[in-house]
């Protein structure tokens, strides 16, 4: 049974990667929900992992053996199989979290949340909204698995990014490539521009594509600064047990290198 639902898991991550890194009409196809039937207005990662948590019938015990034996696969494999099985945890265990963190240890309470996640009421308040924020206090990416070159940073490396930028692109992998100063500023100038008209987010970014299609930039800077706005693809934040705390549901690798390049504000997208 664990061996199925690992299997299960594994099948859902190799999902979501296809949907992050196919590229044409196929993108569109897994990106949107058609594909994946759950609430709409959530990133990539997170809507995957509620994917998950429907799949499994909301069952965190079952979640978490197979993250565990996931994890176990992982150590048996070459690095490019590893990559799938790590995110397969991950997913397991981001599942569970969602759930966890607003609901508690009760298993009542866990149930009807996870009946909330799963049948939404449309509620205008629980849609994506974008934030400009300091990138300084942004949560802790907590599974950096697609990039070598990254470790986790302490809250004093951080700040002293935050007092010696960096804006060299390194060539390790496509995350250190980008320019993140000029990207994030890139994308607050689009959603200020962008927000003149009203609307949900996903209006806002397509008001947003339209005028970075003009902005006269490079195909890299022009990627970059929309990839922090997509509500797909940004670095989308959620709420943990307390307003003070929140937990990255997408975006891990990206807000790694914003916070090692020192960048002083960027744009997130806030879930429910
Ligand atoms: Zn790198």
């Given at each position: 049974m664990v061996d199925e639902d690992a299997l299960l898991a594994r099948l859902t991550a190799r999902q979501c990667w296809d949907a992050?890194?196919?590229r044409g009409p196929a993108t569109e196809r897994l990106a949107s929900n058609e594909n994946v039937e759950l609430p709409r207005g959530l990133a990539h990662q997170g809507r995957y992992?509620?994917?998950?948590?429907?799949?499994?019938?909301?069952?965190?015990?079952?979640?978490?053996?197979?993250?565990l034996r996931c994890r176990e696969l992982a150590q048996e494999e070459d690095s490019h199989r590893q990559a799938m099985w790590m995110r397969a945890t991950d997913l397991?265990?981001?599942?569970?979290?969602?759930?966890?963190?607003?609901?508690?240890?009760?298993?009542?309470?866990?149930?009807?949340?996870?009946?909330?996640?799963?049948?939404?009421?449309?509620?205008?308040?629980?849609?994506?909204?974008?934030?400009?924020?300091?990138?300084?206090?942004?949560?802790?990416?907590?599974?950096?698995?697609?990039?070598?070159?990254?470790?986790?940073?302490?809250?004093?490396?951080?700040?002293a990014r935050q007092a010696r930028p960096t804006r060299t692109p390194r060539s390790c992998c496509r995350y250190h490539a980008v320019d993140w100063h000029?990207?994030?500023?890139?994308?607050?100038?689009?959603?200020?521009?962008?927000?003149?008209?009203?609307?949900?987010v996903e209006e806002v970014y397509r008001?947003?594509?339209?005028?970075?299609?003009?902005?006269?930039?490079?195909?890299?800077?022009?990627?970059?600064?929309?990839?922090l706005l997509s509500p797909a693809e940004g670095i989308i934040v959620s709420p943990e047990d307390s307003p003070a705390r929140w937990f990255l549901l997408n975006g891990q690798h990206r807000t790694q290198a914003l916070l090692e390049a020192g960048v002083r504000r960027t744009v997130v997208l806030r879930a429910p």
């Amino acid at each position: 049974m664990v061996d199925e639902d690992a299997l299960l898991a594994r099948l859902t991550a190799r999902q979501c990667w296809d949907a992050e890194t196919l590229r044409g009409p196929a993108t569109e196809r897994l990106a949107s929900n058609e594909n994946v039937e759950l609430p709409r207005g959530l990133a990539h990662q997170g809507r995957y992992a509620l994917r998950l948590l429907n799949l499994f019938d909301g069952d965190l015990g079952r979640l978490r053996a197979a993250a565990l034996r996931c994890r176990e696969l992982a150590q048996e494999e070459d690095s490019h199989r590893q990559a799938m099985w790590m995110r397969a945890t991950d997913l397991c265990e981001q599942a569970v979290a969602r759930v966890t963190t607003r609901a508690g240890a009760d298993p009542d309470h866990q149930q009807s949340y996870v009946h909330r996640l799963m049948h939404p009421e449309p509620d205008p308040a629980e849609e994506l909204a974008y934030r400009v924020v300091w990138v300084a206090t942004l949560p802790a990416p907590h599974n950096l698995f697609r990039a070598s070159c990254m470790t986790p940073l302490s809250t004093a490396q951080r700040w002293a990014r935050q007092a010696r930028p960096t804006r060299t692109p390194r060539s390790c992998c496509r995350y250190h490539a980008v320019d993140w100063h000029r990207a994030s500023r890139g994308a607050r100038r689009l959603l200020r521009q962008a927000r003149r008209g009203a609307g949900p987010v996903e209006e806002v970014y397509r008001r947003a594509r339209a005028l970075a299609a003009r902005a006269g930039w490079d195909t890299a800077q022009r990627e970059a600064a929309l990839s922090l706005l997509s509500p797909a693809e940004g670095i989308i934040v959620s709420p943990e047990d307390s307003p003070a705390r929140w937990f990255l549901l997408n975006g891990q690798h990206r807000t790694q290198a914003l916070l090692e390049a020192g960048v002083r504000r960027t744009v997130v997208l806030r879930a429910p």
